[in-house]
């Protein structure tokens, strides 16, 4: 591995991100990261329940009576996977669209950094909001989402027009439409897309990339019905679907699919290997905590790595090594190599709390590569 993350180091050092255009939609959310009480010895002095099952167990004990738990809020912060993946694509140095619901009629302050970095943005509503309870096992995202409602083909046809939706959608390098579970509508947006696809030269067809984001609470035949409108990109895009390892299990539940151990126990390349060869996309991608595998033309590929322990930040961790990764495709990167570029965005994301900008990407690169194999 460590070879390999040092010929990745010295090849990025001659692409630049800054020829490729990019055009994500649909969500945005302000996240307020929150830690929870266990207990409170002062006004500033407090233990946090470090793992979900204390958080769990402490509800429970509740059922039948009542309880009353603290929330500490740490930071706030732009939300949502759009703006999230669409701001670590500004900061690699690509030319970002942006249309979604950052706030109506002003755009919301926690959005600044986002809107200043795009080359365009278009905001069609109000921002949902997430109190993000951070643990260090995992997070547990509290959404509130209705003004996502407002997210809709007739508010994109109103707010951008067609003309305007066609130019930023068929122009781009890479499109990428995220959190289609908190987005009501998107399947109507899709549709309205495709409407608008027009054919693409033999030689060259930009990528699709769709992130599900936790499809648990939609039924099984919404997400059936949206992995078919999935595939018709695939006749103007190579389209990828990104997965975590928990999103990847209830596809294939949801699919029907047949593993050698449950889906949830299986083996990351069984799981992949599966979803790719039913799905028949161009790329299904699923990134557990600390590896990530892809299925491309009949083929697997895997990186793992890089690992910490004592991640500052987990929200946002995946949408990170979703813009990583789709950045070394355009770079035109070789599949693992594209893997490598997402685990080291998004490691660098856990460890310091926001996006790398090119330098920094790089910088952490040629350190994973001194330290693989390492906690660091």
């Not at 407090?46 to 958080?55: A, D, H």
């Not at 993946?85 to 669209?97: D, E, H, I, P």
């Not at 991608?285 to 990530?292: K, L, N, S």
């Not at 998004?346 to 900008?357: C, I, L, N």
């Amino acid at each position: 591995m460590q070879v390999k993350l040092r010929q990745l180091y010295q090849r990025m050092q001659n692409l630049d991100p800054a020829r490729f255009s990019v055009a994500i939609g649909f969500d945005g959310f302000v996240d307020e990261i929150v830690e929870v009480v266990d207990r409170r010895q002062s006004f500033d002095s407090y233990t946090r329940m470090t793992n979900i099952r204390q958080f769990g167990e402490r509800i429970s004990k509740a059922a039948g009576l009542s309880t009353n738990i603290e929330f500490v809020p740490k930071t706030m912060k732009l939300g949502g996977n759009g703006p999230i993946m669409a701001n670590a694509l500004v900061k690699a140095g690509t030319s970002v669209s942006y249309v979604g619901s950052l706030g109506s009629p002003n755009i919301h302050p926690v959005f600044t950094e986002l809107t200043d970095g795009c080359t365009q943005v278009f905001s069609i509503a109000e921002p949902g909001h997430t109190d993000a309870v951070e643990f260090d096992d995992g997070k547990v995202m509290l959404g509130k989402m209705e003004s996502l409602n407002d997210v809709n083909w007739a508010t994109l046809q109103k707010e951008v027009d067609n003309h305007q939706l066609k130019r930023i959608f068929s122009g781009a390098d890479l499109v990428a439409t995220v959190n289609w579970t908190m987005t009501p509508y998107m399947n109507e947006i899709w549709a309205g897309l495709l409407a608008l696809c027009s054919p693409q030269p033999d030689d060259y067809r930009p990528y699709f990339f769709v992130d599900l984001a936790d499809p648990s609470k939609r039924s099984p035949g919404d997400i059936c019905e949206a992995l078919e409108v999935i595939g018709r990109f695939s006749t103007y895009y190579r389209v990828i679907l990104g997965l975590n390892r928990k999103e990847a299990s209830e596809i294939a539940s949801v699919r029907g699919l047949t593993l050698s151990k449950p889906v949830e126990d299986a083996d990351l390349e069984e799981i992949v290997r599966a979803l790719g060869a039913d799905l028949g996309l161009w790329c299904v991608m699923v990134h557990p905590t600390f590896e990530a595998g892809a299925y491309v033309d009949g083929e697997y590929f895997y990186v793992e790595g890089p690992f910490t322990s004592k991640p500052r930040l987990t929200t946002g961790a995946g949408d990170n090594f979703n813009a990583g990764f789709c950045l070394g495709l355009m770079l035109q990167l070789g599949v693992e190599e594209s893997l490598a570029v997402g685990k080291a965005t998004s490691g660098f994301y856990v460890r310091h709390m926001h996006s790398p900008s090119r330098d920094q990407l790089l910088e952490f690169i040629r350190l994973w590569a001194d330290r693989a194999g390492e906690e660091f």
